[in-house]
Every structure is written in C-alpha cells, then in structure tokens.
C-alpha cells in the first residue's frame, strides 16, 4: 500500500504562486506514474498534471499550462507542484495521487490519493 500526504496549500492573491508538496510512504515511489488533480464543490475531480517515473514525461492540462511544473524528487519520496500566475478558476482542493498505468488525466487510473490540500485564489 502507498500514503500520499499533500501540503503546500493556502490562501495566494491572482497572479501569486504556490509551491505544492505530496510526500509518499509504502510501496516504492520511484516506480509510478504520479499525478495532481483538483476538485471543487459539485465538480468531479478534474486533472491538473502528470508525471512519469523518471520524470521524463510531463503532461499538462490545457488550462495551465506555461504556468504549473510538475517535478518529482525520486530519492526523497515528494511530488511537486509549482502554481504560477495563479488564478481564481485555479481555486479547488488538491490531490496527489499514484497511477496503477492507463489515461494519465483519468482519475479511475489512480490507485492511491492523498487527502489534499486547499488552495484559494483570489481576486
């Protein structure tokens, strides 16, 4: 079994960043596909980013792209994620998860999330 733990979030005023963390435990994490994902009220849990083992491969949702980078830090077990020119749409809880393989922006990929992390934007 894998735990994801996320920090990092919080209150930033548009055009501010914010540097998310997703520490993990358990199952080697050097060997997943990792991603972030975002959820508001009455939405379903919508893909932000994705990134592979090595970090080689990035993949990016349109509306962040040039402004979020997903990185990862095999030898310490955390994932990344650095929120630029942040907006108020950016606003929602974020999680990290572990893929188990498959769609890298479908959630049902994803075996393993952590319990999130809140980040607000504002206006």
């Known amino acids: 079994q894998v735990q994801l733990v996320e920090s990092g979030g919080g209150l930033v005023q548009a055009g501010g960043s914010l540097r998310l963390s997703c520490a993990a435990s358990g199952r080697t994490f050097s060997s997943y596909v990792m991603g972030w994902f975002r959820q508001t009220p009455g939405k379903e849990r919508e893909f932000v980013a994705a990134?592979?083992?090595?970090?080689?491969?990035?993949f990016y949702t349109d509306s962040v792209k040039g402004r979020f980078n997903i990185s990862r830090d095999n030898a310490k077990n955390i994932l990344y994620l650095q929120m630029n020119s942040l907006k108020p749409e950016d606003t929602a809880y974020y999680y990290c998860?572990?893929?188990?393989?498959?769609?890298?922006?479908?959630?049902?990929?994803?075996?393993?999330w952590g319990q999130g992390t809140q980040v607000t934007v504002s206006s």
């Open positions: 998860g572990q893929s188990r393989g498959g769609t890298y922006a479908s959630t049902h990929s994803y075996d393993y």
């Open positions: 990134i592979s083992w090595s970090g080689g491969r990035v």
